[in-house]
């Protein structure tokens, strides 16, 4: 079935109260958001927030002078069910803004425990409710104003037709006996950290390099980070990173030559920013090559022979009873991570779930499927 619901765009606070006498009444809301992450500005912004109602869709404008404090009371209220499509980034977003979601069902989560063979959103659509979708929009840079009919109706079509989904995936989920993992999962979506930023170097530079490469790598990725704020531009299209694991590396040369290849060109204009990276640069010992940076501390592991033995005892014939109940996709959700607590000795299943203490549990004694 086509839906052409109404769509309104909120972008003042009369609008949004407007739109909120009538959201405050429903028991059940489809959501959406379209944000930026360090793509086209700085942060992790939020650019358009869509809701459903069943017979409107709401498309509220954070990027205006409007107070989103009332749309928190909301996402917040226990009795209304907020409907949504992957939704642990949108839920880190909301977090970030001062928004505590309650009561969320993730129809990717559904999904993916009915085995269904769709990957996106729009191969779900279609699949279920027979709607190809244009999603020619996806790319769209959302936090251009005003936006296009078709942006509007891209928008609009990420929300429209969740509940019918939701509906069709819940009942499917509870011919297979999993709603207890469905709600579990949905659960555990609410208590999403909320997105935060922080420069941070990758595993492999401490485990590549000395413990002074690796202090003054941080202190030019903080100084990369504070431009990039300023300028309110992706940290990436001030310098990349491998252009300062460069300058570190060939150190002298890099002082001599004060060669700014592959920095933003305001950088190559601007004598303050390059005295700023080469003092930094200037005081990398480079001939300190230790590397006195704590490591994790040493822990027993199972040899080779042994883990190959674990997996085909326990993590094999457990695997194979998930995917004859549930299918590859449910079995492979349901199942991950278990195999490598299998396979490794005394580890921490503080974080696991209920459900998945349950199957590792039984995993690791050789039982029978649970449930």
């Not at 379209?34 to 069943?54: C, M, P, T, V, W």
Request: with cysteine; proline share 5%.
């Amino acid at each position: 079935m086509h839906l052409s619901p109404t769509i309104s765009w909120i972008d003042t606070d009369l609008l949004l109260r407007e739109a909120l006498s009538k959201l405050e009444h429903a028991s059940t809301l489809t959501f959406d958001t379209e944000y930026d992450s360090f793509k086209r500005s700085y942060g992790f912004k939020a650019l358009l927030i869509q809701i459903f109602d069943g017979e409107s869709v709401y498309i509220i404008d954070p990027t205006s002078p409007i107070d989103l404090q009332p749309l928190w009371g909301i996402f917040e209220n226990n009795d209304i069910q907020k409907i949504l499509y992957s939704g642990s980034e949108d839920i880190a977003l909301l977090k970030a803004m001062g928004c505590n979601i309650q009561n969320v069902f993730d129809v990717q989560i559904a999904a993916t425990l009915s085995n269904h063979p769709a990957r996106n959103l729009g191969g779900l659509i279609e699949a279920e409710t027979r709607q190809a979708l244009d999603k020619s929009q996806q790319q769209s840079d959302w936090s251009k104003r005003p936006l296009s009919e078709e942006q509007l109706s891209y928008a609009a079509n990420d929300v429209i037709y969740l509940p019918e989904i939701a509906n069709q995936l819940t009942a499917q989920v509870a011919s297979k006996g999993l709603l207890h993992v469905l709600q579990a999962e949905n659960e555990a979506l609410e208590g999403i950290s909320p997105r935060t930023h922080q420069p941070k170097l990758k595993p492999y530079h401490f485990r590549m390099h000395s413990d002074a490469f690796c202090v003054s790598l941080l202190d030019l990725l903080n100084w990369r980070d504070g431009v990039a704020r300023e300028w309110n531009i992706p940290p990436v299209h001030v310098v990349d990173v491998p252009v300062l694991e460069q300058a570190l590396l060939l150190r002298d040369r890099f002082l001599i030559q004060a060669d700014f290849k592959g920095f933003n060109p305001k950088i190559k204009r601007s004598q303050e920013l390059q005295a700023q990276v080469l003092s930094i640069v200037s005081d990398f010992d480079l001939n300190n090559l230790e590397r006195l940076r704590e490591r994790k501390p040493k822990r027993d592991f199972y040899t080779k022979e042994e883990v190959e033995q674990r997996t085909t005892a326990l993590c094999v014939p457990f695997k194979q009873m998930a995917v004859e109940r549930y299918g590859e996709v449910t079995a492979d959700f349901l199942l991950r991570g278990l195999k490598k607590l299998v396979t490794t000795p005394d580890p921490d299943v503080s974080e696991l779930k209920p459900y998945q203490l349950e199957l590792y549990t039984c995993m690791l004694e050789g039982k029978q499927w649970p449930w």
